[in-house]
């Protein structure tokens, strides 16, 4: 029995991190309706998105790992161009 609780425990985690993500996704929709209709305005400005990367790249591969994942990435090889600026943040109207 201790197996299928184990199961249904995973079951159940997978279950709601899918639920955070499509939750993410919902709210990702919704800012693109009120950016299109003025709502909600974006602020611009310089992002460390390498820095953003690591914290991502971190989290995914312990994610990754319990799941027995091999997970990599490459290093920017952007022609000795560091990374772009990027999109960061939003302010409402």
């Known amino acids: 029995m201790r197996g299928r609780s184990r199961d249904l425990a995973n079951a159940f985690r997978g279950a709601r991190a899918g639920a955070r993500r499509l939750l993410r996704l919902v709210g990702d929709l919704l800012d693109l309706g009120r950016l299109a209709c003025g709502r909600l305005t974006l602020r611009v400005g310089e992002h460390d998105l390498v820095a953003q990367l690591r914290q991502e790249l971190e989290a995914a ?3 990754a790992r319990v799941r ?3 997970l ?3 290093r920017w090889r952007g022609r000795g161009q560091p990374l772009p600026t990027v999109v960061s943040g939003h302010d409402q109207a």
Do not use: R
Request: glycine share 12%; charged share 10%.
């Open 72 to 74: 990599h990435a490459n």
């Open 68 to 70: 027995e994942i091999g």
């Open 61 to 63: 591969s312990q994610q």
